[in-house]
């Protein structure tokens, strides 16, 4: 998909101009294709730690090397204004690494948790695990401190552009991409760009609502690793890990099967009813839940297969490839799509 990007830099004279703030870059002028190599400062903000990269591009059809990187813990309980400045902090910390290493920056790619405002780059809504994230300019402050471009998008969202353009789905134009960890995000691709939706939140799959009436009606209730956990609790009265549930259905356990079986076949009829409407080229999975083993790969596929047109029943379903370096990928490769305009 990385060839959108190559005509793109081919075809055109000039980039769109940006809205940089009051400060300005010489990184920020228009990319050509003899601009080869240069870099972008990559940011990954979860709950737990702020995973920062500096992603360089060596050529249209390369997939980007990280050549230097740095983690911090998040800290959320500091507050949102405090996690924005150690995402500054990060981020100064590469764009210093990209002057030692001689490269030219062409700007910011974030991908962080909660939901991002598609217009501003802004936060608008966090869960309890970013207390105060909600609200935060995370595209306006970063702009205000470096002069470069940037662009920011959900986090599972990130990890959907990754897998999509150098991951287990590199070469298709569609796909949908399913995380299943605590909670369940996704990601929709077509014609190669994220969809991101009138508000930047498209791909909010946990909000579907589940067939099999268990939990509180909606998808993430059953097919999570916090509604498994969840589900088995309210069979048992024992609280247990998701890893713990898996073992327990893997040696035969009968609440234990019922719940991770329930979880797949839950993902596995809703990804039917995605795909007969964007009629995808393959899904990807990814998350923790993909631990759970043949069980639920099972049930998911059978699921899927049972409830899928016949002529979408074969659809591949693979795992995603990149791991946590995805959503350093897709922040990346989403900065550079915002540089078109």
Excluded at 283 to 291: D, R
């Amino acid at each position: 998909m990385s060839r959108l990007f190559v005509a793109f830099l081919s075809a055109r004279a000039c980039c769109k101009p940006m809205d940089l703030g009051a400060k300005t870059s010489s990184f920020a002028s228009c990319a050509t294709a003899n601009d080869y190599p240069f870099a972008v400062v990559s940011v990954d903000v979860g709950g737990t730690k702020i995973a920062c990269a500096l992603m360089r591009y060596e050529s249209a059809d390369a997939a980007p090397q990280d050549v230097w990187n740095k983690s911090v813990p998040t800290e959320a309980s500091r507050g949102g204004a405090a996690v924005l400045e150690s995402i500054v902090g990060v981020a100064a910390a590469a764009t210093e690494a990209s002057a030692r290493l001689g490269l030219k920056v062409l700007g910011i790619g974030v991908g962080t948790a909660g939901r991002v405002d598609a217009k501003t780059g802004s936060i608008a809504y966090a869960n309890e695990i970013m207390p105060g994230w909600t609200g935060q300019p995370v595209a306006q402050r970063l702009r205000d401190a470096f002069g470069l471009p940037v662009a920011v998008l959900g986090d599972v969202q990130a990890h959907a552009l990754g897998e999509a353009r150098w991951g287990a789905a590199h070469g298709a134009q569609t796909c949908i991409v399913m995380a299943p960890g605590t909670g369940l995000g996704g990601g929709i691709i077509v014609n190669g760009r994220i969809v991101r939706g009138c508000h930047g939140f498209a791909g909010e799959i946990g909000a579907t609502p589940n067939t099999l009436r268990a939990g509180d009606g909606n998808l993430e209730s059953v097919a999570s690793g916090s509604g498994i956990e969840a589900r088995y609790r309210a069979l048992t009265g024992r609280s247990l890990s998701g890893a713990d549930i898996s073992s327990r259905a893997n040696d035969g356990e009968e609440a234990a099967i019922e719940v991770i079986s329930n979880a797949g076949r839950s993902l596995g009829i809703a990804l039917a009813g995605w795909v007969n409407m964007l009629d995808p080229e393959m899904a990807v999975v990814s998350g923790s839940v993909v631990k759970a083993g043949p069980l639920w790969r099972n049930a998911l596929q059978e699921a899927f297969a049972s409830h899928a047109p016949e002529v979408q029943s074969k659809l591949p379903i693979v795992d995603a490839a990149l791991g946590s370096n995805a959503p350093l990928v897709g922040a990346a490769e989403n900065l550079l799509d915002s540089l078109k305009g």
